[in-house]
């Protein structure tokens, strides 16, 4: 039998196989570590469940053989380890370029994965509500800048969904493949909760690969605008319209086609996540920034989980919460 490596250092060598885009230039002392010596530790905060730097640095300090094994990865070739304050400053600056780099990747597994073997090169666009951890900010304290109770994130906000009703909290925006094979997330972003839907997609859908040629999404993508983006771009975007139920134009039974096409890929994709990553309540952490490692830290993780499996000849939808408990 051929020995597998630990699923966390099968992750942690992936990390290592990615190209980065080369950082923006900045004033003051160059950087001693390389970016992805900084992403594989965020890998492994993901995966040992720890949502701060001085979390992070206390397991790695951790004489246990594992722990030795992972440490070795995040050491540099002059065997120097980060400080705790090293790690702080550069997991910040990574929050800021993850929706970049899940783009390259999403890209890069696009061809690799081939979710769409016999043709539409559809995707789908939404987003999902993730409840901020602590209490809620009330719109009459709010207005008055009170804030009854130091549980209170104050920089998540307020919004309704239609199934969930009022959320306080955030917003994962993704675009993830409609495919029977694969949900490959191609973009993703976090903002508080009162960022509109259709604001944010034109973010996301800037830069979508050549190879995509729809974009299906429900009424809130339903702007002018946006559809000028998309069809400026060589794609349709196609969403459900926006009136009283039911719909008796010509078109209503082919946006039911693929609306339907839309729910079971993203919202299935969102059900997953939440459920792998615990945040099917309120998330771990408190800010925008240590949120939006957490997130789009997450969706990267998920991309490397998917590529581990497809090495691996393993099912892309089944099975990677285990894997990734196991690591």
Known sequence: MIDQPEPILALLSLVDGLALPAPAPRRGRPDVYADQLILKGLVVMLVRRVWQAHGLFAILSEPTPQMVRVRA?????????????????????????????????????????????????????????????????????????????TSIDTEAAWTKSGWHGWVYGWKLHVVVTVSDTVWLPLAANLTPANVADNVQAACLLADLPEAVTAVLGDQHYNDPALHALVTGAGRLLITTKRGAYPHTDDGVEVRRLFHQLRSHAVENFNAQFKTIFGCLGNVPTRGLLPTRLFALGAVLLYQLTLWHHAIAGRDLRQGLKPFLLSA
């Open 73 to 149: 990865r995040l050491t540099d070739q002059r065997g120097r380890f980060p400080s705790r304050r090293t790690w702080e400053r550069r997991l910040d600056r990574l929050a800021g370029v993850l929706p970049l780099l899940i783009a390259l990747l999403g890209t890069w597994l696009l061809r690799r994965l081939d979710p769409w073997p016999r043709g539409g090169r559809a995707v789908a666009i939404d987003s999902t509500c993730l409840r901020a951890r602590g209490g809620v900010w009330h719109k009459k304290h709010r207005a008055v800048g009170e804030v009854p109770h």
